[in-house]
Every structure is written in structure tokens, then in C-alpha cells.
């Protein structure tokens, strides 16, 4: 059942396989999503408990089309908060980062 499969456990265990991280001088484009119909409203479905929508924060290599491992955003924050994190977690170095408009608030630090 895909309500079940633990999807971060599922794309790290992918990437690993296939040897997918981002290389010096490669371009990372960032952007959140919400997962259209992620969201459970009902309460009488014991397989699925009701949840709000999925946010999910992806990086796609540019210049191999692939797409890393994305990254769960709470669901008691956004897009904007979560990006420090995300990026301090895939922990590259000479990657170039791009971000939309929505990601370019003056705050954003990925250091405290």
C-alpha cells in the first residue's frame, strides 16, 4: 500500500543505487510543491487517517534532468523555513543553487 511506504526512505535508498548527488559546478533548481490531492479530510478510513495536504522541497540537477532526494516539509511550517534546512542537509559544495522568487526573502540564512 503506498500510504505505507516511507517515500524518504524509498528515494535515499534510489539515489544511493544509482549514485545520484549533485558535483561541483552543477546547477541545483530548488522549488517546494504541495502534492495536489495529498490532503485526507475523512475520519472513518482506518487505513488512512486524516492529514493535511504534503510539501514536499525538491532539487533537480539541471544539466543530468534528475531529480534528489526531496524533502518533507512539516506541515506546521512552509517552503520558506524549511529551505536552510534542506540545504544544510544535502551538504554540497561548488553547487550553484537556484531558487524562484518566493525562496529570496531577505532572512533566509542557512546559519543561525
Known amino acids: 500500500m503506498l500510504l ?6 524509498y528515494s535515499a535508498a534510489l539515489a544511493r543505487f544509482f549514485g545520484i548527488e549533485a558535483l561541483p559546478g552543477e546547477t541545483l533548481a530548488v522549488d517546494g510543491k504541495v502534492l495536489r490531492g495529498s490532503y485526507q479530510l475523512e475520519r472513518d478510513n482506518p487505513d488512512s487517517p486524516p492529514h493535511p495536504a504534503i510539501l514536499l522541497v525538491s532539487a533537480y ?8 532526494e526531496p524533502y518533507q516539509v512539516n506541515h506546521k511550517t512552509n517552503e520558506i523555513k524549511a529551505l536552510p ?8 559544495k561548488g553547487v550553484v543553487i537556484a531558487f524562484d522568487a518566493v525562496s529570496t526573502q531577505k532572512n533566509l540564512s542557512t546559519h543561525p
Request: hydrophobic share 50%; net charge negative; proline share 0%.
Open 61 to 68: 540537477l539541471v544539466e543530468r534532468g534528475l531529480i534528489l
Open 4 to 9: 505505507k511506504l516511507d517515500y524518504g526512505e
Open 85 to 92: 534546512e534542506f540545504i544544510e542537509q544535502l551538504a554540497l
